[in-house]
């Protein structure tokens, strides 16, 4: 059974960093275009960035020069660096994994900006 587990969200404050995780009990890791979306409260999930299996990068603008995506194969696992975060970035951040079949979630993480 494929799980996708995020790790690394939590309380910071504004202009603080923090680094998610996401590891994937999947075979094939590599195989996976992975992603990066968030959903704040009464607001529908959007795209954070994407990493593609040939390591490409899409970021949406509102995230562009803060945040970092990544991905270590040999660790089945993709990363998200966020940097001078924003109480506007306040949300649970979820891990994808899609596949030319298959499409795979996380149970999300809690990522709250604050002072």
């Known amino acids: 059974q494929v799980q996708l587990v995020e790790s690394g969200g939590g309380l910071v404050q504004p202009g603080g960093s923090l680094r998610l995780s996401c590891a994937a009990s999947v075979s094939g890791f590599s195989l996976y275009t992975m992603g990066w979306y968030r959903q704040a409260p009464g607001k529908q999930r959007e795209l954070v960035a994407m990493?593609?299996?040939?390591?490409?990068?899409n970021y949406a603008d509102s995230v562009k020069g803060r945040f970092t995506i990544s991905r270590d194969n040999a660790k089945n696992t993709m990363y998200l660096k966020m940097n001078s975060l924003m109480p506007e970035d306040t949300a649970v951040y979820y891990c994808?994994?899609?596949?030319?079949?298959?499409?795979?979630w996380g149970q999300g993480t809690q990522v709250t900006v604050s002072s």
């Open positions: 994808n994994a899609k596949g030319v079949f298959n499409n795979y």
């Open positions: 990493i593609t299996t040939g390591g490409g990068t």
